[in-house]
């Protein structure tokens, strides 16, 4: 499909590709058949590759280490690294680093871009976002948040419980929110603040079992529990403006909820080739599988719905532009994660065994896929905000008819 990327785009993303298809998927494959887990070396060795060839860090400015691309243009890049079960992390594109990335870009100081944000694009340190709390604090409904930041003297003092917090458990600073007002409301009233791990009172308690993960890579990052107990950090360790954690984590979420959107997407087209490359050789009943009707009809429903997901993705990234585009970033987050769980459970039935032996990606695919609908919001979340946009302002003329029909049937 030409989706009309920018000349840019296409021949970066054409560049990230064939990176992917001699370098990374040789590796991947080869770790598949013998189960011997890529080494964070050589990742490491992928980076000064992705270096070499202008591919490393496609998101971040020049100036920084980056190649310094536009979010728009950067994303059919990361489709592309989404192919691979460790892509991303091969070209330092990577979530929750390059959300990290950018969250400095917009808000940090001088200072604080010279003192984590050249290092983190550079691999040299570990960042994690710590926003999500357990139960009762903040989750799908962060105007619950608990975790609280006050001033004493030129210090804050931080104090809170964290859990999910992506890259936590091997971080070596924290991207923590935190309420600072607490007679504001929440989005009103709460910061984010820049915590190394080595802080005194940082503790973190656990790395959470969880569905899926990096599979293949020996990287032990995960999401991590964290209570942070009278953490003190100086006043130069606020990020962004006082009170406006939230509208910078908004920032910071809608551009992560597209390229999450396109890695997936990435990982879906590779799990329909494999799928159809199977199905045309397999044969069962007389014929090839991909001579069956319900197969193939299945197949053409798949490729239509994944073409839906990539067009909504670059609409909504073409209004990101222009605004905070919080109804289109909503739709394609909630579809493309329907879409790309729909497509992985279709590609382990057309595999069979195949499919959910390991031998294969797409096991893998399978078990990554599932929490996209519940990370970065809930499907529940997002159609609650589409929902809530679609009845604002609603008035049909032709309604009142059904009012007065309806008044004229009230026996009461």
Known sequence: MDYHDSEKAVEVASRVEAFMEEEVL??????????????????????????????F????????????????????????????????????ANAPQEGNMHTLEIAGTEQQKEEYLRPLVQGE?????????????????????????????????????????????????????????????????TSIFLVPTDADG?????????????????????????????????EEALLGELNGGFRLAQLRLGGGRLTHCMRYSGMAER????????????????ESLSEKQALRHRIADAETELHAARTMVRHAARELDESDARIEVAMAKMYTANVTNEIMDLAVQCLGG???????????????????????????????????????????????????????????
């Open 202 to 234: 940082v503790e973190i308690v656990r790395n959470i079992p969880h569905l899926g993960g990096h599979g293949i890579v020996d990287i032990e990052r995960g999401h991590a529990e964290i209570k942070y107990r009278d953490v003190r950090v100086p």
């Open 57 to 92: 860090a496609p998101q971040v400015p020049e100036e920084y280490g980056g190649q310094g691309l536009n979010f728009r243009d950067m994303l059919p890049s990361f489709e592309q690294v989404g192919r691979s079960l460790f892509g991303a992390l091969s070209i330092r």
């Open 271 to 286: 799990a329909l080739e494999i799928s159809k490359a199977y199905l045309q050789t397999r044969h069962g009943f007389d």
């Open 125 to 189: 340190i570990q960042t994690g976002f710590s926003m999500t709390e357990p139960m009762d604090g903040g989750g799908s409904d962060p105007k619950m948040l608990k975790t609280t930041a006050r001033k004493e003297g030129d210090e804050w003092v931080i104090n809170g419980h964290k859990w999910w917090t992506s890259d936590g458990y091997a971080a070596d600073l924290l991207l923590v929110m935190a309420r600072t007002d607490m007679d504001a409301h929440p989005y009103a009233g």
């Open 26 to 55: 040789p590796r991947e494959r080869e770790a598949l058949r013998t189960r011997e887990l890529v080494s964070e070396d050589e990742i490491h060795d992928l980076w000064e590759m992705a270096k070499e060839r202008d591919l």
């Open 354 to 412: 195949s499919g959910i032996s390991k031998d294969l990606p797409v096991a893998h695919f399978y078990e990554a896929v599932r929490p996209f609908r519940i990370v970065d919001g809930a499907d529940e979340v997002h159609r609650r905000t589409i929902a809530r946009d679609a009845f604002e302002d609603v008035y049909d003329a032709d309604m009142e008819n059904v009012v007065e029909f309806d008044s004229d049937l009230d026996m009461t």
